[in-house]
Structure formats: C-alpha cells, structure tokens
Nanobody, 124 residues
Framework: QVQLVESGGGLVQAGGSLRLSCEVS????????MGWFRQAPGKERDFLAA????????YYADSVKGRVTISRDNAKNTVYLQMNNLKLEDTAVYYC?????????????????WGQGTQVTVSS
C-alpha cells in the first residue's frame, strides 16, 4: 500500500528555517499530486502548499505565501517543504498527503493518502 513518511521537523528559533521531506513508497509517486498541511492543537488541519505531478503547478496558502516553497524530486519519490522566517504561530504537526489524479488541489478531502506527521516547534 501507499505509505508516506515525513521527516525534518524539530525545534527551531523564530526567524529560522526548516526543510521538511516526505518520502512516498508503494505507489507511483510521479503520478501523484502532493500537498502539505498542518494542524495546531485544538485546530483544524489546514492547507499549506500543493504541487502537481509534474511540478509545474503549485498553490500556497496566503498565511505562508512568500515564506514557503514546495518542490518534488520524482527520482527520489520525495516532496519537500522549505520554510523560512518561521514564526511562533507556525508551531504545529505537519503532514504530507498524496492525491491520485495528479492535479494539485488545496482541498483536504481530495487527498487519498496521508503521512503520520512531523512536529515543528518554533520558539522565541
């Protein structure tokens, strides 16, 4: 079955950077659209960024636009989320997700497969 494993989370000071990775196995990664979401305690899981199967189309949430870049390496079955100028409010569990049609989407319910999440904590 399709499995997604996130890595790269951790503790970082405000203003710092992190790069999250998500490796996909058990499916045809190059055919999937990929997305990143995050969930803070007591809040809903929110969309952050998405990328089409080819990497040509990307979408970003307004809350992170300009600070976050999504990219993919189809040869490595991996999608990345580069986050810069991190803020306290970026503290959350970050999830990657795969969408089978290959079309990038901001809609959480369109995603078919999810990782287990990686914690990002931003300190002052």
């Amino acid at each position: 079955q399709v499995q997604l494993v996130e890595s790269g989370g951790g503790l970082v000071q405000a203003g710092g950077s992190l790069r999250l990775s998500c490796e996909v196995s058990g499916g045809t990664f190059s055919s999937f659209a990929m997305g990143w979401f995050r969930q803070a305690p007591g809040k809903e899981r929110d969309f952050l960024a998405a990328i089409s199967w080819s990497g040509v189309t990307t979408y970003y949430a307004d809350s992170v636009k300009g600070r976050v870049t999504i990219s993919r390496d189809n040869a490595k079955n991996t999608v990345y989320l580069q986050m810069n100028n991190l803020k306290l409010e970026d503290t959350a569990v970050y999830y990657c997700a795969a969408e089978s049609s290959g079309i990038a989407t901001t809609r959480r319910l369109r995603y078919d497969y999810w990782g287990q999440g990686t914690q990002v904590t931003v300190s002052s």
